[in-house]
């Protein structure tokens, strides 16, 4: 798989800082779980991804326990006091109304007015972010301090907006590989003017995808959504059920992937897959700080994929998990938190970690007893104090290649990287020594 | 199984001063392997659980590798010197007499008695606790510092005993559920004037009987058995080993379970049976200091119940072990150790322990991904910062719920109360989003 | 097996010493992969072990991977200046020459024969030990102080030595048992003047084999091999796989046992087998502050006994382990590093792992419940305070057999020593309380 590594300096050298332009043009869009801000976004990426493609998925469709709401749409919504000034404006901020918030036009008391507004007492500058999908409601997010600071006069509330049968959109790109087993990448595109939660995932999981279709050839197929967090993921699951319990072999949820403060691993229920596996052993080279977290700790879409029933083997990997920064869902969360780099180094960890599941295989030994390393040019002709210990690496991938382990386990059980895992498996199978005797299966083993 | 959580205040509130009592009155009956001892016992507890029936087992009946001894009786017994000034008396205590003495009328020297005497140099003021039940012989028990001073005269020694064919007396409680499946309550009737070692686990387990029995409704079936220790269960086992085999899902051996000085728990021989897990799950909430012991420190009849092929799932609840308080077997062991505030916890344990082994389920979810909670009013419909990470315990029951593991499991992994669990877990099954898939059979899981 | 136990102190007291003088009549021989010098020390070794058979493979035959390569063979060598003053000579120490050197007689100049001279500058008065057996090259070896003073003259350099088709030698010890299972012992022949890597290893090996033929009974049978290191090895596997594969239940490499620093324990590559496990056990008792080592640290012919495809459960033996003392491999490792204090506690560590794999089964009880101890004399009959927590190791050895753990394994559990575990069960067997329930296939258990 040279192809892959060779890609690595052309294709993903520098391409934080196209991740941080392509944040900074959809994050004025106002996405929610359904509706034109949606297919706005999915636009702008199918036009970086060409192979993406838009589903729409008609209200009322039924999803396992769930059926697709009502599409939302809004043109424009403020408060406006008796003197005609504006309090709130949706123009300056989308996240200043409640997502799914029925339409209104009224006038009513400060004290009429209350109930329907949020804010956030602990972070008074900030504009929170609030939504109410399942129940038909109005509101508006404003920061604490201006809220204290409302007169008791009357207010004209108005919110443009429509709830009513339409559509949910997902995309969707399919990439195909050699073997029918497939990689999964799943990311969100349901919330409004966020950062890092969410506009972060989509922008990673873009570079991605152009990096696996750029490549010459892959061993896997690749199958990359952008969905609405939750009910877009269990809509997906259940038009494609049996087609992802049988080929995905990994995925991740790509989330929260945009600040520079760590990197973290979210496990999948079982807590041992390969996605887990895999992911782990790029972490604690590429950075031995990372944070890790159990599935009990679980809050993004790998909540349906992991579901019971499901079980698919799918982890997070995050830079600083959801929920565990400061900035996290209000209207801090904004394009000065993730940067360049940050972006980077997320898609460097999740690229790596694929590079590592296309070379991973499960080796057997081609000979009983040690092969003779020397007349192949591996091994050094002349034995002095020591050379019985050098080639560490290549002896001991062969001495423990029996068939039980993939090479991620091999480079685990040695405390080598995926780089030197990879390059060694690689050179002892082009010698003849070490086979691959998992088929295409992943897992299932030709008996010796 | 609201109906035993309902009792627990009404039924349970204050049965140590109760249960105290019993242990005051029981105390002075001279108890051992057999004899009328055993039975006024018995025939007191029948008194306290109507539903108790009494059993005796002939003298000579095999019991795998045993046999029922003779049945031994006392009347009386004294050493008097040649002055017939009374030395020792069975009537000041019935410790005075090693248990199983045959009987004897003779004078004879200091000299002469003394291999016959017992006592404890390291605590002289206690009386031993001695028996022989398999070897005739007789013998006397006395406090160190009154042997040592007993003049060089002769003794005139009586014991007025009878030790010949009669039978072995036990008690069993058996209690019908909606299941044949059983949980098992075993306690030992043999001891004589001793308080927490052992007339505390008669009592805690006449005070268990009788909760159990005045439960409205229980999914399980009970055997609650006091027999005499070692041969008692072995004989009891002998009767009924295919019907322990086939239907007890866990036991509890009950004993020194009076004193106020620690709670224990002595893991069952393969150590993690339910019986092992639940009282774990109880005793980390009720008790967070308690005390766990292996197997390898066993003493009392979990060895016969967890032995090689009977490997029934027995463990021990205890207060302070047996052998690790000083008044351990000899005198001291008496009313003023055992206090009603001991009984009352080791009773709370027990029955909380029950609580939890009538609600274990092996629950799967009914739907494929998440269930939408919010429908059924089990989850906000505002989604605000947090909402997420809320409810904890319920979303986690469920994404955990993949038909492998009980609630006590569940429970261990969620690090929640036995409470907490069960709680969460009937309203998740009555809101029909899981389904027990443990079957009358425990453990058998019907497949998806 | 008392045969074995009292075999212990007649045979195998003092065999310190006698192991010590066959080192030093061994060292001045000029071992090598193949050659005279191999059969001149199995020669002597047959003089010990008369059942000793010895083996001729031709040049070119194949095993594996591997040829066996030509024949070497040497009678002299030197190196003179243009005075004919000696500056290396071949007679002083076989160490001067690189193993497998091809023949030379040449005049040369300095800076021509620095290419083939090897030494170690941190350790400037050591002979390096430098072989080249599958490359042809001839070098010689020498102290650095020295090299580092040769004047820049003309040199005779000669090699006086032969390697051309012949065979390869081994030696091969039978020695039947009761059953077919076997134990092997493996130790190795190849190396010239070194005293701990490698005499002591055929040393202690030759002792157990006199120990293991002179005992008047074996359940085991033994084989016991002394080959060239690798290619031996790997040869004599290829003779008798299928055998091997069958038959071996544990085996160790012994090698490097003469010194008295340390004892070692290198484990197969599965860890966990009989091998490891009996000798983990006596270590804890002979040597607590024993050093262990994975497999990951493998470095002699555990190599291919544990290879994938052959899959014995072969772990090393040690004192203190190859390559982690600083006399390792150049003349340093001499006469004076081995001692008999040395070499007998490495013989008895061997020996009593022996014992242990002779006596260790797995047992099961013969009756349920507790059998009755004092009717067979096992058993206080009196029950005093303490008595029930006496015998604490009969009881346990009983109260865990349920056919699932062999003896190692239970003494592992109960923390006892090798011989206090077999002296308990051979005493439970023969009072009929416990049978083994493995069988001649090691492991296959009889269903109760």
Chains 1, 2, 3 share one sequence.
Not at 168 to 178: A, D, K, R
Request: with cysteine; charged share 25%.
């Amino acid at each position: 798989m040279t192809s892959m590594s060779g890609g690595e300096t052309s294709q993903a050298g520098d391409v934080g800082a196209e991740m941080h332009r392509w944040v900074s043009d959809l994050f004025p869009i106002c996405r929610s779980l359904t509706g034109d801000g949606v297919r706005e976004t999915l636009a702008y990426l199918g036009r970086l991804i060409p192979s993406l493609t838009v589903h729409e998925v008609p209200t009322g469709t039924s999803a396992f326990d769930w059926t697709v709401p009502d599409e939302w749409n809004i043109r424009g919504a403020y408060i406006e006091d008796e003197h005609g000034r504006r309090i709130v404006d949706f123009a300056l901020s989308n996240l200043h109304v409640v997502g799914y918030s029925t339409p209104v036009d009224e006038w009513m008391t400060l004290a009429e007015l209350q109930p329907h507004l949020h804010s956030l007492p602990d972070q008074p500058d900030a504009i929170p972010y609030v939504t109410s999908y399942y129940a038909r409601r109005w509101g508006f997010c404003l920061p604490h301090s201006r809220r204290e600071k409302l007169p008791d006069v009357r207010y004209h509330v108005v919110i443009d907006s429509t709830l009513e049968p339409g559509s949910l959109t997902y995309g969707e790109v399919l990439i195909p590989g050699s073997e029918k087993n497939e990689v999964l990448l799943s990311t969100y595109i349901c919330h409004p003017s966020l950062a890092n939660n969410e506009l972060s995932g989509p922008a990673v999981t873009t570079a991605l995808a152009r990096w696996i279709a750029s490549l010459p050839q892959r061993r896997l197929s690749y199958r990359i959504v952008f969905v609405p967090e939750t009910i877009g993921a269990i809509v997906y699951i259940s038009r494609h059920l049996d087609e992802l319990k049988s080929r995905i072999v990994a995925g991740y949820v790509v989330t929260c992937v945009g600040d520079d403060r760590a990197y973290s691993l979210l496990r999948s229920r079982k807590g041992n897959t390969l996605a887990d596996r895999a992911a782990k052993l790029v972490l604690r080279r590429h950075a031995p700080d990372h944070v890790e977290y159990s599935y009990l700790d679980r809050g993004s879409d790998e909540r349906q994929y992991c579901s019971p029933g499901v079980d698919l083997p799918v982890a997070s990997i995050m830079r600083t998990r959801y929920n565990s920064y400061p900035e996290y869902h209000p209207s801090l969360d904004d394009l000065t938190l993730v940067t360049p780099s940050g972006l980077q180094g997320a898609f460097d960890v999740v690229r790596k970690t694929i590079v590592l599941i296309e070379q991973n295989r499960t080796y057997r030994t081609t000979t009983l007893c040690e092969p003779q390393l020397g007349r192949r040019g591996l091994y050094p002709t002349l034995s002095t104090r020591g050379a019985g210990f050098a080639l560490r690496t290549m002896t001991s991938l062969i001495a423990y290649a029996d068939g039980t382990r993939d090479l991620v386990d091999m480079a685990e059980l040695l405390e080598i990287g995926p780089e030197e895992a990879i390059e060694t498996a690689t050179r002892l199978e082009a010698a003849g020594l070490l086979e691959a005797v998992d088929d295409a299966n992943f897992g299932a083993i030709r008996p010796r």
